[in-house]
């Protein structure tokens, strides 16, 4: 093992990324002796880990998807505590993605690693913001790793979902995002926005708005649908899982209009296949831009990227002076676009 040479020690196998002075895996998509866990979304935080090191958020949220399979023995790690495992010291930063989500600084003989798992740099009210920690490697996702990809300022696509529901009294207005950390933050910027009306949950949702509210952020009045008479709902906001959105579940509505919140909303073709009415173009991931700037400001020499459109970001890190490399990892899903409903 080489310090400067970064996949003399931090390499994928075939159970994930694996960090081999600490013994440890970073996201391992099976189970494994010893998982660092960067956050809750199902592809991330896999079941059945001996030992699982994470924010304290991040294995609440385990224990409550994952119950009895969330991990023999949990580790809270607070954001910036040092814990050494192993021959290295590992710390974690927030990565501004979803509650406790956070990036893996491992440092080793002088060299510094940083794994960022899934982040974005906008502020989000329902979880730390990003942390831009100095580093000699950065290993980045890439959802949106393409220069079309630019995700509109999360106001906007508040306004023109809420000049929609002004403008349709008789309608309800479903709309699908992933149920940990999309439907939240949807959620606080529509309350940012001063609509105080109550808004309606699809089963799949409730569980964790109620933690999200236990630890204190406020999503103001929610409602279940289950149980509501459609007129109930006519002229307001109802959330559900994007699988809902064409499903027989949205006849209880009154003639609801769809709208899907994700960067892919970008993408016009995308939104009619999925017979989306109101396409919203909100991410938890980085754009484009995001990605660059994120990329320059660790000062990093060598960039790893990971989780989606690798070849673009790599051929743009290297007229950034900088080694890249494609780290294919396997198992991770695209969720942005995905279901994820685990409660
Ligand atoms: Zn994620
Ligand atoms: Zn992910």
């Not at 990565?95 to 990036?103: E, K, W």
């Not at 064409?246 to 017979?275: E, H, I, K, N, Y």
């Not at 790599?314 to 969720?335: F, N, P, S």
């Amino acid at each position: 093992m080489t310090p400067e040479q970064f996949e003399t020690w931090l390499y994928p196998d075939e159970t994930g990324l694996y960090c081999a002075p600490g013994a440890f895996h970073i996201d391992p998509h099976r189970a494994t002796e010893t998982a660092i866990v960067t956050h809750g979304h199902a592809d991330h935080a896999r079941p059945s880990h001996k030992h699982v090191y994470a924010s304290p958020e991040t294995l609440a949220i385990m224990n409550l998807r994952l119950v009895q399979q969330a991990g023999q023995h949990h580790h809270a790690m607070v954001s910036g505590e040092v814990v050494t495992m192993g021959d290295v010291d590992v710390w974690l930063a927030p990565a501004g993605h979803v509650l406790g989500s956070m990036q893996v600084v491992i440092e080793w003989q002088g060299q510094r690693a940083v794994v960022s798992g899934d982040y974005k740099r906008r502020p989000d009210p329902t979880c730390a913001s990003f942390e831009v920690v100095p580093c000699d490697l950065f290993v980045t996702e890439a959802t949106f790793g393409l220069p079309v990809f630019r995700h509109e300022p999360d106001d906007r696509e508040i306004a023109r979902l809420l000049t929609s529901v002004a403008e349709q009294p008789e309608r309800a207005h479903l709309i699908g995002a992933y149920g940990l950390g999309k439907c939240q933050r949807l959620i606080a910027l529509i309350r940012a926005a001063g609509h105080d009306a109550p808004i309606w949950l699809h089963g799949a949702t409730e569980k964790m708005c109620a933690f999200y509210q236990e630890q204190g952020i406020e999503l103001g009045e929610l409602l279940p649908v289950a149980g509501a008479e459609k007129k109930d709902m006519a002229g307001s906001i109802v959330m559900a899982p994007p699988s809902a959105l064409q499903d027989r579940w949205s006849r209880r509505l009154p003639d609801a209009v769809t709208c899907f919140a994700s960067g892919w909303m970008r993408v016009r073709g995308r939104a009619r296949q999925r017979g989306v009415e109101l396409p919203l173009i909100i991410s938890d991931h980085a754009d484009w831009p995001e990605l660059i700037q994120t990329i320059k400001e660790t000062g990093a020499r060598e960039v790893w990227v990971t989780h989606g459109r690798e070849d673009a970001l790599c051929h743009q890190i290297t007229k950034m002076g900088k080694k890249a490399r494609a780290l294919a990892l396997v198992g991770r899903e695209d969720e942005d676009d995905s279901e994820d409903v685990a409660p």
